[in-house]
């Protein structure tokens, strides 16, 4: 046992892998303030029309909790299928979706199908951090691409990296977290066929928060190319955070592959009767998503006009700065926090995250970062 006062990390003294020792497990601060605006919520609460569905569909679900779930999902992956066919204009069906407890799981189930101990993957940061974590966390070897200045990717500094490297498996998140920036169709398809030019590798498109972008999703690139996967969630267009529910839209044969790696019955009758009820609601839901990309805009407009740094948003968040000092966005996010408005520093030098709240939320935060701006002339 440590002794008290030791300087020996417990870790030290476990046989955890090599890749794992000394890092951090992933969270954001959760904090009892008046404004949270700080891990990409969907502020609005669920409407009550629905909260009476979610109560009716489990309420079924659970005269039969003694028996196991489908564990195919095959109506919720029927009405997944519908929604992207709708949303997007390209048609899918059932066969093409797979859905998981969040898309960290399904991200999960697609490294250990394609990735795993003497593979790697390659990621393009900063980004969604999760990405390398689970990548470590199955053995797989995680590569840190290149970003430009503005936080884009460039195309050919990008292809070259995948033609460098080889990688088993490439993360291409648009919009990015946390920097909110979208990705052309022409890079994904660059990159695809880089990725494909040696040997073929998986390409997973992270559309976490596409419903808030000013651009079509890229689900419709996945025709004709059976190792492009686009992954999903319902937390943030759906409102549905607590929910854990992700999926990804992909050939059948990517589909049956991920089904050789996830546990049994793993997604609960009560999860998938939640999920259907959410997706009954579908109109309702996204027309809070409407609402919210006015607020991410205007944010991005008013914070420019008190002299912030923008970096241009498809999500439901805005990164700002620019933040002098080494330690300047950590001092930053702290004096905001002391006027009871929490938002994310996530390590990116220099800037700050916020994600887009209801109206009210909003302008809070915009009192507490011009008060802020006076603070620093």
């Known amino acids: 046992m440590t002794d008290i006062g030791s300087t020996t990390s417990p870790w030290d003294e476990l046989p955890i892998r090599d890749e794992l020792r000394g890092k951090s497990p992933y969270g954001a601060p959760q904090l009892d303030v008046p404004v949270r605006l700080n891990t990409n919520e969907n502020p609005y609460p669920l409407p009550e029309p629905l909260v009476e569905r979610i109560a009716e569909r489990v309420r079924e679900a659970a005269r039969g909790l003694n028996r196991y779930p489908d564990r195919d999902a095959v109506e919720l992956r029927t009405e997944l299928a519908r929604y992207l066919t ?60 290149p970003r430009g200045d503005d936080f884009t990717i460039d195309t050919a500094t990008a292809t070259a990296a995948v033609a460098e490297h080889r990688p088993d498996v490439v993360f291409i998140t648009s919009p990015n977290n946390p920097t909110g920036t979208a990705v052309a169709a022409e890079t994904v398809l660059a990159l695809y066929e880089a990725a494909q030019a040696a040997k073929p590798s998986l390409v997973v498109v992270d559309e976490a928060y596409v419903e808030f972008s000013h651009r079509p999703s890229l689900l419709p690139l996945i025709e004709g190319r059976p190792n492009l996967v686009i992954s999903r969630t319902m937390s943030k267009a759906f409102g549905a ?137």
């Open 241 to 377: 955070a607590g929910l854990r529910l992700g999926y990804l839209a992909a050939h059948p044969a990517v589909v049956d592959a991920v089904q050789l790696v996830r546990l049994p019955y793993h997604l609960s009758a009560v999860t998938q009767a939640t999920a259907l009820a959410a997706l009954e609601h579908t109109d309702t839901l996204l027309g809070y998503v409407e609402q919210l990309k006015t607020e991410r805009d205007r944010l991005v407009t008013e914070l420019r006009a008190i002299g912030y740094e923008v970096t241009d948003s498809d999500a439901n968040f805005v990164q700002f700065g620019r933040f002098d000092g080494e330690d300047g966005a950590h001092k930053a996010w702290q004096r905001i926090l002391d006027q009871g408005v929490l938002v994310r520093d996530n390590g990116v030098p220099g800037r700050l995250r916020v994600t887009a709240g209801t109206p009210e939320e909003n302008d809070a935060f915009l009192d507490a970062v011009r008060a802020l701006k006076k603070e620093q002339h």
């Open 86 to 145: 709708r949303t997007t204009g390209h048609e899918v069906v059932r066969e093409n979706v797979w859905a998981a407890n969040g898309s960290n799981e399904v991200i999960q189930q697609l490294l250990q199908a394609f990735a795993g101990p003497g593979r790697i993957a390659i990621g393009f940061e900063p980004s969604y951090s999760m990405h390398g974590l689970i990548s470590r966390g199955t053995g797989t070897g995680w590569i840190s691409g």
